[in-house]
């Protein structure tokens, strides 16, 4: 059973640049989010996907975009790169909860490493 | 959200019991208890999820008193290969279609001492 898979493991892009990161989830789980972590910090929220559809957004600028297919796969999008768009991207799937009461489980991809010079 | 603080780092020798405390002091009613492990350069892996008293897995431990203003999770007889970030978070519970998200703080750096 293959869990998450996050492509490309590593990147390096320059500023202005755009850039594209794909994830398949979990056997079985039709909810992609997406996180940013800077090296020494805590994952942060930048979105949710759930039948095609972003269900939630974190503090993070219009730059930032996604897209879940039909498949459940999902991309992350970010235009005009920065400098400080420089960190390790992480996917993470869930099964979509549709009774209140259970938060289940996320599981994370192993990331993609964006480096902007 | 709820908002939680945790130690910035621990050390620990090789065969000790790690008991990891997290404060959370505005924790909600249906909000859950969650600790994921994170190694360098990987993904958190989710460790334990507990709402009230205690919850025991083939892993770890998780403390919860009844005012769940605080939670502890416990690392029975850790070895080197538990050195890593340990992360608490707050989780509410959602209803409705896949509606939830994880705010991570900086973690509890944990090394395990030989």
């Known amino acids: 059973d293959a869990g998450v898979t996050q492509s490309p493991t590593h990147l390096i892009k320059t500023r202005g640049q755009q850039v594209t990161l794909r994830c398949s989830p979990k056997?079985?789980?039709?909810?992609v989010s997406w996180y940013q972590q800077a090296l020494g910090q805590g994952p942060q929220f930048i979105f949710q996907?759930?039948?095609?559809?972003?269900?939630q957004r974190g503090n993070f600028p219009d730059r930032f975009s996604g897209h879940q297919f039909p498949n459940y796969s999902s991309e992350l999008n970010v235009n005009a790169l920065l400098l400080g768009d420089s960190a390790l991207y992480l996917c993470?799937?869930?099964?979509?909860?549709?009774?209140?009461?259970?938060?289940?489980?996320?599981?994370f991809g192993e990331g993609s490493r964006l480096t902007v010079l | 959200l709820a908002k939680t603080t945790q130690p910035i780092s621990m050390d620990s020798y090789e065969g000790q019991e790690v008991n990891i405390t997290c404060s959370h002091n505005?924790?909600?009613?249906?909000?859950?208890i969650t600790w994921y492990q994170q190694f360098p350069s990987q993904g958190p892996r989710f460790i334990i999820q507990?709402?009230?008293t205690k919850v025991t897995n083939e892993v770890a431990s998780l403390f919860i008193p009844a005012d769940r203003k605080s939670s502890t999770l416990s690392l029975p007889r850790v070895s080197l290969s538990d050195t890593a970030v340990y992360y608490c978070?707050?989780?509410?519970?959602?209803?409705?279609?896949?509606?939830?998200?994880?705010?991570f703080g900086k973690g509890t750096k944990l090394s395990v001492i030989p």
């Open positions: 507990g709402y009230k």
């Open positions: 996907y759930y039948e095609e559809e972003e269900r």
């Open positions: 505005n924790i909600a009613t249906n909000d859950y």
């Open positions: 056997s079985g789980h039709d909810t």
């Open positions: 993470a799937s869930s099964l979509g909860v549709k009774l209140a009461g259970h938060t289940g489980e996320l599981f």
């Open positions: 978070l707050v989780v509410a519970s959602y209803s409705g279609a896949g509606s939830y998200q994880l705010t």
